[in-house]
Each structure stands twice: as structure tokens, then as C-alpha cells.
């Protein structure tokens, strides 16, 4: 881990994002300031349209705020070419999404090693196989994406989000889909991360997800309420 005691894992400065269509303009994000230290785990709620998406986005690098910057590791992430953008984040940042977190065509080993040939240097410390036995998947290991069910597919795009040992995790309703069982058994493997030194961040409705949490935001119309 990067980030020091004093310097935050991630801090977002005053965020704004503003779309546009045709002569309508939308404001997402609304001067959002937050910051994220390691070994926290911090929940962002909010109901639906509220900007959270478009938050976590902006701090994985992902998009771009149309105002303010995001910093990961003391380096800034906003406001540089995507390929920098895109270094920064495989290097610094674990992403778990709704969806789409796995190739189906490869199996989980390859997804793995595939999200770690992205990044500079050498920060593997743990296997593939160990990964893959972390998150319950230990049996699995040669079965690919479209193979798994929905519990298994969420474990496993954990794996591939913990490949290169980030300093921030960024999670995007990570149990959603998930039955109470796997629900519980995805948020002890976040909770242990945050544990080990990784900032976790959660993007949720899940009330047992936000409950997890050391701090929880909520978004209401792209502004952190009071």
C-alpha cells in the first residue's frame, strides 16, 4: 500500500459533472468533496439518480469530472489522457462492477492474470489460485465467465478487482443480485480487505452493505447531505 497515515488513499475535491443533451443540461455531480483513508470501509446511498454512479466513475477514473479533481495515492487521476488515467487505475485501483467484470470467454485464472499484465511493476503477492481460494472459488479455477452463476460471478469479478493488491477498492452495488448467503459472505471478504489496508468504497442500496461500513455519505441530487 501507497498511502500513507497522513495522505488519503483517494480524495475527490469538489466535484462537479455536467451532461448535456441538445439544450438540456444535467447536473450529476454538485461540488462533491470526500476523501478515503486506508482501511476504511465508506457506503455512498442515496435513492436512484442521486449521482452515485457517476461518483464512483469519476473516482475510478473512468470519466472525468467536468469540474474538481481526483487524486489516488497522492498522484492526481483527473484531467489526464486516458492511457495515463488507465495506468494510474490498473496500478492503484480495484474496481468491482455490477457487470461485465470477467471476459466469458476466459477462465478465471486468465481474467486474473489478464487484469494483472495491465499493471507497471510488481505488486503480486498472492497467487491466482489463492485469490480465487479467498473469495470461495478455490474448485473453480479452470471453469470460465459464462459458467458460473450469479453468486460465483460476483466472487469472482472480486478476484479479478483484487488482482494487482490495490490501495482502493471501488464497488458498485456489489451484492445487488446476490441471495442473503452470498450477500454475507462478499461483504466479510470486503470488510477483511479493508482489514488488511485497502480502502473500500461502496456504492449501495443494501442496507446490510451500508451497515458494514465505518462512514456511510449520502448523495441526495449530486450533493453529500448534511
Same mark, same amino acid.
Given at each position: ?15 462537479y ?29 442515496g435513492?436512484?439518480g ?13 470519466d ?30 480495484? #474496481? ?9 470467454h ?5 481474467? #486474473?492474470?489478464?487484469?494483472? $499484465? ?8 498472492? $497467487? ?18 459464462r459458467q ?13 478487482a ?5 490501495d482502493?477498492?471501488? $464497488? ?7 441471495d ?9 471478504l470486503?470488510?477483511?480487505?479493508a ?16 451497515a458494514?461500513?465505518?462512514?456511510? #455519505? ?9
Amino acid at each position: 500500500m501507497i498511502a500513507t497515515d497522513t495522505e488519503p488513499a483517494m480524495r475527490a475535491d469538489n466535484l462537479y459533472r455536467f451532461f448535456r443533451t441538445g439544450d438540456e443540461e444535467t447536473l450529476a455531480l454538485r461540488g462533491v468533496t470526500i476523501e478515503l483513508r486506508s482501511g476504511e470501509t465508506v457506503a455512498v446511498v442515496g435513492p436512484s439518480g442521486s449521482g452515485k454512479s457517476t461518483l464512483l466513475a469519476c473516482l475510478a477514473g473512468l470519466d472525468n469530472p467536468s469540474g474538481g479533481a481526483v487524486s489516488v495515492a497522492g498522484t492526481r487521476l483527473s484531467h489526464r489522457p486516458e492511457r495515463e488515467r488507465a495506468a494510474l487505475r490498473a496500478e492503484h485501483i480495484g #474496481i468491482l462492477l455490477q457487470s461485465g467484470n470477467l471476459l466469458p470467454h476466459l477462465s478465471l485464472v486468465d481474467n #486474473i492474470e489478464l487484469a494483472r $499484465a495491465a499493471a507497471p511493476g510488481d505488486r503480486h503477492v498472492r $497467487a491466482p489460485r489463492d485469490l480465487l481460494e479467498e473469495v470461495g472459488l478455490g474448485h473453480r479455477v479452470g471453469a470460465v465467465g459464462r459458467q458460473l452463476s450469479g453468486g460465483e460471478q460476483a466472487r469472482a469479478g472480486l478476484a479479478v478487482a483484487l488482482a494487482n493488491d490495490p490501495d482502493v477498492l471501488l $464497488a458498485d452495488e456489489p451484492t445487488g443480485e446476490l441471495d442473503g448467503a452470498t450477500e454475507e459472505r462478499v461483504l466479510a471478504l470486503l470488510k477483511q480487505r479493508a482489514h488488511d489496508g485497502t480502502a473500500v468504497l461502496l456504492v449501495t442500496h443494501s442496507r446490510s452493505a451500508a451497515a458494514i461500513a465505518d462512514r456511510v #455519505i449520502t448523495l441526495v441530487d449530486g450533493r453529500v447531505a448534511a
